[in-house]
């Protein structure tokens, strides 16, 4: 009998032994990351620098809104090349349009949806990072130098906000876009919290 309570006793404490290891093991150490930031970074004077002057952002034209912001995540909605006095760059990029009129229609859409991403923050300098660009080009059904058009809005971003410029991408050729304007670009954006 006293075999069978030492066994037990043995037992008893090597469990308490394999218990107390596991518990050390499981014990983590938090790290904290602290972002360091650029004393270089202010997009707000490059703008200024580059002659740039943002407008008010127009206003949807059907039931949805110009930017949706979830976490620190900014979803700019679709915007075409208007230009200051109110007109849109119109047409078929590869048939009513060559590709640098295409790119300059690119441009001044990234300019347009800087106007939407400056009233939705307050002030650039809040960006982390351009993420994501989708960009539509109306084009004739032979053009395939879509990615040379979007460039214009690219080029900018990076231009804008240096590396924190640029972005996943896609280029896409349209039959047609709405009042048939020639870009229709979206935007994913990074912001600080």
């Known amino acids: 009998m006293n075999k069978i309570y030492l066994c037990f006793a043995l037992l008893l404490v090597f469990s308490c032994k394999e218990v107390k290891e596991v518990k050390e093991v499981k014990e983590v150490k938090e790290v904290v990351v602290t972002e360091v930031i650029d004393?270089?970074?202010n997009p707000e004077a490059k703008l200024l620098?580059?002659?740039?002057?943002?407008n008010t952002p127009s206003a949807p034209v059907?039931?949805?809104?110009n930017a949706v912001r979830t976490g620190n995540l900014i979803f700019l909605s679709g915007k075409g090349p208007r230009k200051a006095d109110g007109e849109n760059i119109t047409g078929k990029v590869g048939t009513d349009l060559t590709i640098e009129q295409g790119y300059e229609a690119a441009r001044i859409t990234g300019i347009n949806q800087l106007s939407v991403l400056k009233a939705e923050l307050g002030n650039l300098n809040k960006v982390k990072r351009i993420v994501k660009v989708k960009g539509m080009v109306n084009a004739a059904t032979d053009f395939t130098d879509q990615p040379k058009v979007i460039n214009g809005y690219s080029d900018l971003m990076v231009a804008v906000f240096g590396d924190k410029g640029k972005h996943a991408r896609a280029a896409v050729g349209m039959g047609s876009l709405p009042s048939n304007i020639a870009v229709e670009i979206e935007m994913i954006v990074e912001v600080q919290d």
Not at 49 to 54: P, R, T
Not at 62 to 65: L, S, T
Request: aromatic letters at 16%; glycine letters at 8%; proline letters at 8%.
């Open 39 to 41: 004393p270089n970074y």
């Open 62 to 65: 059907a039931n949805y809104v």
């Open 49 to 54: 620098e580059l002659g740039i002057e943002l």
